[in-house]
């Protein structure tokens, strides 16, 4: 999408600190981080929001969280813990509209609202 802050990061128009990319798939650091470790993780295809999700982006969905498996595994915070978080809609505080998963770790992570 033409003015997508994300899809923007995709095709390398604005700078981001990557930290996996494949054919489906990109992770780089968050430009705010909330903890030590906070990755976000994108789908390439452009998504709005969780709403959008369709049974044909079942696989992409999978992906996502295999490449959030081998992220931790590879950064070395798998064993320690970590958590997922994607916001969807206004009450969430979803700024940007192209699905993301925020992957958070490095601390004791004690802002937890559910669970
Ligand atoms: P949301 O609130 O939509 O769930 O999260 C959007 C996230 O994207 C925020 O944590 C914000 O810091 C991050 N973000 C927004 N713009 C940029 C950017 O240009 N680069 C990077 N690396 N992160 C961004
Ligand atoms: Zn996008």
Redo the contacts with the bound molecule.
Sequence with gaps: MEDC??C??IKGE?P??LVYEDDKVIA???????API?I?VIPKKHIETLLDVSEEDSNLIAHIYQTINKIAKDRGFASQGFRV???CGKD??????HI?F?VLAGKTLGDKIVG
């Design positions: 802050v994300f923007k990061i604005i981001s600190e780089f650091n968050d430009i705010n981080p909330a906070h976000l978080i994607a916001n969430s505080g979803q700024e940007v509209m993301h925020h």
